[in-house]
């Protein structure tokens, strides 16, 4: 009978090498195992949400056409889902995930209120997107109101991934295990289903034979079966069903699931140049534009233009460029701030160089403005010239909270705020209604024959760039058609009254869905339906 030795450590004859690796097993039986990349905890109830909610929109949008009513409806029940869930999860809801999905719901409002013209409508579509990214991917995450802009533009780009692959993961993270029947349950239904797979080639083989056998009988099957246009209807709306709700899941996952706002890495060290560093790049800035500005003083304060300027080249040119050289100015200031070292950035040399670059900034600002106005002065108001001024403003106020923060050097605070002035300026602009602003002063210039040092003779108005600004222009339009319109001979080929009215007919004439109702459409609807019918000779209305 063999006996075994005891346990315990290995003789000093034994080998070293085997000795080493005993060592090494025990070190790394010893060491704390590598973590696991987080995942998110199981949970039914965001994929639950994300049909619900992809349903609504299909019932919401299916045959519309456009987006109406129907958009504040279903932005106001993903927001409402989203902050029921969260609070269902014993998850508080941030103040500025719930101030930006309520930003959200009002830009949908904007669709159902007003018509805006079609520049107007596409930034009012990117606020929309950008209040919901951020406001779902902060619900559960305080903290945005200090956020850096870097920060914001990652959560953006984060959203917009997530985007692609939320759907995914709200699939892999669906508690499936609960929907596993019980043993004997199982065992039931796999017998149902042998039962049924052994029923079909019969019902299939004797089904055939005994249509061939009798035509009523092939009849009363062909009436019970007729797959063609049941089943593409069917395809069609499961399509826009799984594409609403894929879009549902982007959103509900970083609102409910997801572990943090942004995927990107943020930067955690501290900036590390020193006031010469920084220094000389702000002030050759300062300095140039010192230089701009003095050139734009005697314009300013109504003197002579600069040499070799003439009115019209000078209104004609220049804001855009005006308006790019602030906007980026921002972002430099917010970049050397962000590079310089902590123990520069409260001194006055560094408050120096900031308001060298500011003061004459806002001497720029006011020659952008000034163009403006001439150039509104001479060509009277456009959509884009509305957009202009209200950049100009939020650039302007902006530019003035920024200055604050460098001065106490409180630039965490920057970004929200600036986010939320921006949206609060479009939704405004908005809500001023610009089609039916800008054609009651185009119209007023012409009636009441407007001229000055700029324009010698009074400017018509074109109607036709006034029926492009949108719904909202329609009721200057029907109330001013013989002045908008001018007169016409027997034998010239121009513009009629009835070639307008028939213009109206053809885009205001049908009623919308009440899913897809608009206020601005349904008032040009009801002024439309009093003018005068189309012509018979209209093409549009033959075809």
């Known amino acids: 009978m063999s006996t075994v030795p005891p346990a315990g450590p290995l003789p000093p004859e034994s080998s070293p090498a085997l000795s080493a690796a005993v060592e090494t097993a025990e070190t790394e039986a010893r060491a704390p195992a590598a973590a696991p990349w987080p995942r998110p905890a199981r949970a039914a109830t965001p994929l639950l949400l994300a049909g619900g909610l992809g349903l609504a929109a299909y019932l919401l949008t299916s045959g519309t056409g456009a987006a109406g009513a129907n958009l504040p409806v279903w932005l106001a029940l993903l927001a409402g889902a989203s902050v029921w869930a969260a609070r269902r999860g014993g998850q508080t809801p941030s103040r500025e995930g719930v101030t930006l999905l309520g930003l959200a719901v009002a830009f949908g409002l904007t669709f159902a209120l007003w018509a805006a013209p079609p520049e107007l409508a596409l930034l009012n579509a990117l606020g929309l997107l950008t209040s919901l990214t951020l406001g779902a991917s902060f619900l559960r995450f305080p903290g945005l109101g200090q956020a850096g802009a870097g920060t914001l533009l990652g959560t953006l780009v984060t959203g917009g991934l997530r985007a692609l692959y939320a759907p995914f993961l709200l699939l892999e993270r669906f508690p499936w295990t ?15 289903g042998v039962g049924l797979a052994l029923s079909a080639p019969l019902l299939l083989v004797f089904g055939a034979l005994l249509a061939s056998a009798d035509a009523g009988f092939a009849g009363a099957l062909e009436r019970l079966w007729r797959p063609g246009a049941g089943l593409g209807e069917m395809v069609n709306a499961g399509g826009q069903w799984l594409f609403w709700s894929f879009l549902a ?3 509900l996952y970083p609102a409910l699931m997801a572990l943090r706002p942004t995927l990107l890495p943020l930067p955690t060290r501290e900036g590390r140049l020193g006031l010469v560093e920084v220094g000389l790049p702000l002030s050759a800035l300062g300095l140039l534009f010192v230089t701009f500005a003095a050139l734009q003083v005697p314009a300013l304060l109504g003197g002579g233009l600069p040499d070799g300027e003439t009115y019209a080249a000078y209104i004609r040119r220049g804001f855009s460029e005006l308006m790019t050289v602030a906007f980026l100015t921002l972002s430099v200031l917010l970049i050397a701030h962000g590079l310089s070292a902590p123990r520069i950035r409260t001194g006055w040399a560094y408050r120096a160089l900031n308001a060298a670059v500011l003061v004459p900034l806002l001497i720029i600002l006011a020659s952008a403005a000034q163009r403006w106005g001439l150039y509104t002065q001479a060509y009277g108001l456009s959509s884009i010239r509305v957009l202009g001024a209200a950049f100009l403003l939020w650039v302007t106020v902006t530019l003035v909270w920024l200055a604050l923060l460098l001065w106490h050097g409180r630039t965490e605070r920057f970004a929200y705020p600036a986010l939320l002035l921006g949206l609060a300026t479009l939704l405004t602009t908005t809500a001023l209604n610009p089609g039916a602003l800008i054609a009651r002063a185009n119209l007023h210039r012409q009636t009441a024959g407007v001229t000055n040092e700029l324009r010698s003779t009074p400017q018509r108005a074109n109607v036709r760039d006034l029926l492009e600004l949108g719904a909202g222009a329609v009721p200057t339009v029907v109330a001013n058609l013989d002045a908008l319109v001018p ?26 869905d ?16 009093t003018l005068p019918p189309r012509s018979p000779y209209d093409r549009s209305a033959s075809d």
Do not use: F
């Open 178 to 192: 609960v929907l596993r029947p019980a043993a004997a349950q199982g065992r039931q239904l796999s017998r149902v």
């Open 514 to 529: 009440l899913r897809a109702w608009n206020l601005a459409y349904a008032r040009a609807h009801a002024l439309v339906r």
């Open 249 to 251: 899941a982007g959103l």
């Open 487 to 512: 007169g016409c001979g027997p034998n010239e080929n121009c513009l009629t009254t009835q070639n307008v009215i028939d213009d109206l007919h053809d885009r205001y004439d049908a009623p919308r």
